[in-house]
């Protein structure tokens, strides 16, 4: 009777893929020992552990922004007064009544919001609110003030902007070049967005790979042991929470580093099917007016916009100097991705030559791959919660909550895992 031949500890690739048929389970138990794969899960366990309460902060304030525009009308009740009347004043009327009240202030733009007429600033900080069924002014608010203020700043800018509360200036210092230069306008925080930003994605990707049960057991992976202890409990509810509030993460993640990184909208375009953005998009310049030539007023101006592009004007840019011409975003009668936006709402951008009532521009109009436009107007509005109504924007709330429970149920399973290790190592010394 011969010997029988010694077993290899080490399957080779080819008898790996002779064997999968039959035995998935060794495959599973191979592909789990593999050093690519544990390194994955390292990583996405201690990305977590190390750079989780930042994400937490920024997500959680996130959470709160989703109902910016609500909050803010209900803290400013006075500036939102309004009465109905069958000829209500328009936009060049409430303009100039603010322009005539106020001489010193350089109104920059006009929008319909919440029943009034709010007439602003160049720099979206301050705005008069004028009541349109009486044309009374009903005062002015600082935009960017206060605890709403603080948390957008907190949230977009990392404290970077300066006509909000909170900003730091040193947060708003250019990083200094590790051998290479920054994107331009990069800063402390800026850096700090983009960094958890791609942390997101990051932790996307090996969240993934860490909660895959497999093709057989996909089932297990939406179970949660209630009656197995603490660690099995948490350990199901932190990848349960993790992979439902996966696709929201992901866009989160990518959109929110492209604000500052624009290679990532790049790249994510390019994986999408989609083409570089056109930089020239939003662009438009006057023809040259001769001399003694018709200004074209706000109404005139925005029949000629409507005309091109029916809806209803939510947020209009002025003639300015340099820049002689209006822009307009008009809300359409059908689906509006920016439809929740406080004052700059609006999904169809049209140009108005504030001379020549022929020389217009819509934006939209101009010819766009898919993954162009879905980006634009679906991915990117979903960041913010603009695209839905406050009810259904409460999933939107939940889910950007999720990294709070997500940090909350790991450390729980951490925790777990070093008091069973020193249990263990106590055991052995005695």
């Known amino acids: 009777m011969t010997a029988e031949a010694p077993v290899d500890e080490e399957l080779t690739r080819t008898e790996v893929a002779q064997r999968a048929p039959a035995r998935g389970g060794r495959l599973r138990r191979w592909w789990r020992r593999r050093p690519v794969r544990r390194a994955l899960v390292l990583t996405h366990r201690w990305t977590s552990l190390v750079l989780g309460l930042f994400l937490v902060v920024e997500t959680t304030s996130g959470a709160v922004l989703l109902y910016h525009a609500e909050l803010f009308r209900m803290t400013n009740p006075g500036f939102y007064q309004h009465t109905d009347s069958p000829s209500p004043v328009s936009l060049q009327q409430a303009h100039d009544i603010v322009a005539a009240a106020h001489p010193e202030f350089p109104a920059a733009w006009v929008s319909n919001d919440g029943g009034i007429i709010a007439v602003g600033d160049p720099t979206y900080a ?19 003030g206060g605890v709403l203020g603080w948390l957008a700043n907190l949230h977009d800018c990392a404290f970077t902007c300066s006509g909000y509360a909170g900003y730091a200036s040193w947060l708003a210092a250019t990083p200094p070049s590790p051998g290479f230069d920054w994107p331009e306008g990069t800063t402390w925080g800026a850096l700090a967005l983009d960094v958890l ?3 997101m994605i990051l932790l996307v990707v090996t969240g993934i790979i860490t909660w895959w049960p497999g093709r057989k057991k996909l089932a297990h992976g939406f179970r949660v042991r209630t009656g197995k202890g603490r660690f099995a409990r948490d350990y199901d509810l932190h990848n349960i929470i993790g992979i439902v509030s996966l696709p929201f993460i992901l866009m989160w993640g990518v959109t929110g580093a492209a604000f500052y990184l624009p290679q990532v909208e790049k790249a994510w375009l390019a994986i999408t099917g989609g083409s570089a953005p056109d930089e020239a998009k939003y662009s438009f310049a006057a023809d040259p007016a001769p001399a003694g030539a018709p200004v074209l007023g706000i109404d005139q101006a925005a029949a000629v916009a409507v005309a091109h592009a029916p809806g209803e004007i939510r947020y209009l840019t002025t003639r300015q100097e340099g820049a002689d011409y209006y822009s307009f975003s008009i809300a359409g009668t059908g689906y509006q991705p920016y439809g929740a936006r406080a004052f700059f709402g609006g999904d169809q951008f049209v140009y108005v030559d504030g001379h020549d ?9 101009k010819p766009q791959p898919a993954a162009n436009t879905f980006y634009e107007k679906v991915f990117e509005p979903a960041h ?14 939940v889910l950007g909550l999720a990294p709070l429970a997500l940090m909350v149920t790991a450390l729980s399973t951490w925790l777990f895992r070093l008091g069973t290790k020193r249990r263990r190592r106590k055991a052995k010394a005695a």
């Open 126 to 144: 301050t705005a008069y609110a004028v009541d349109p069924g009486t044309g009374h002014i009903n005062g002015v608010t600082d935009l960017n």
């Open 384 to 397: 913010f919660g603009w695209l839905v109504n406050g009810w259904w924007r409460i999933i939107w709330f």
């Open 197 to 199: 930003g791609l942390l």
């Open 357 to 365: 009532p022929d020389h217009v521009s819509v934006v939209d109009a």
